[in-house]
């Protein structure tokens, strides 16, 4: 099947991708953990243009999760400073039509990536091609928490009532609220796992799970994932 066909054949909205195994690929080369990362920002840069060209409407990264903080000061850092560089870039460019979306609490970052957030934000809010979110200090747990916390509030105000709280209407008080659910989960490294990434919007997802080591995924890991995906029978709870 042609590259562009793909997406077209598949009932596919939004995919989420857990970038895992940078730490592994740098290991295996006796090279220090932050190598590894940067090369896993080579892979997310060359995923994100195979995700327009294909023709893919919503994709998540999870790039940093609110668990991540717990690594040597030395890791989180040169992931900082990764982010700006990619953000830097994405400035620069503003190419493909991208709409850029960061999810994850912002309270935490340091100034300047909030600040970068911001204006990367600003400026592709009048594109019309794929949106691109990068969970970014994210935790699946704490979001929906937090959307509990502002629905409660907007119930105490009168704002909302509980027959108005369904499970439609709470995705609003996400971050990805307005954006599809997650139709397919993509996890390379061998971990079968969703750690904490997306919980309420992967609720239907379907997953595959890869033993690639995220820095030397390749659009072609991609396009596999995406011909899995095609073969599962998704019957949302029905027969
Ligand atoms: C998990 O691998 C990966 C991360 C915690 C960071 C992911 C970040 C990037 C790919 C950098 C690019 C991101 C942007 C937005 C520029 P791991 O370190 O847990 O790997 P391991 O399980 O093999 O140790």
């Not at 502002?150 to 369904?166: D, P, Q, R, V």
């Amino acid at each position: 099947m042609d590259k562009e066909n793909i997406v077209g054949s598949l009932d596919i909205k939004h995919i989420g991708i857990i970038m895992d195994g940078n730490g592994r690929w740098a290991k295996k080369r006796f090279l220090p953990r932050k190598l590894g990362h940067s090369q896993g920002a080579k892979a997310f840069r060359s995923c994100l243009n195979s995700c327009v060209e294909l023709g893919i409407p919503c994709v998540t990264f999870y790039a940093f999760s609110t668990e991540n903080w717990s690594r040597p000061k030395e890791e989180v850092d040169s992931l900082m400073k990764l982010f700006c560089s990619f953000m830097d870039e994405m400035m620069k460019l503003n190419s493909k039509n991208i709409r850029l979306r960061f999810i994850g609490s912002r309270d935490s970052l340091p100034g300047e990536v909030r600040q970068k957030m911001e204006e990367a934000e600003a400026m592709s809010a009048e594109n019309t091609g794929m949106w691109c979110c990068i969970a970014f200090n994210y935790g699946g747990r704490e979001e929906i928490v937090n959307g509990a916390k502002h629905a409660a509030e907007l119930y105490k105000s009168g704002e909302i009532t509980l027959e108005e709280l369904n499970e439609k209407n709470f995705s609003r008080f996400l971050y990805t609220s307005d954006l599809p659910d997650v139709d397919l989960v993509i996890r390379p490294s061998g971990e079968k796992r969703l750690s904490n990434f997306l919980i309420w919007q992967s609720a239907y997802a379907e997953f595959v799970f890869m033993d690639v080591l995220w820095p030397d995924f390749t659009e072609r890991d991609l396009i596999n994932a995406l011909l899995e995906y095609g073969k599962r029978d998704r019957r949302f709870g029905g027969v």
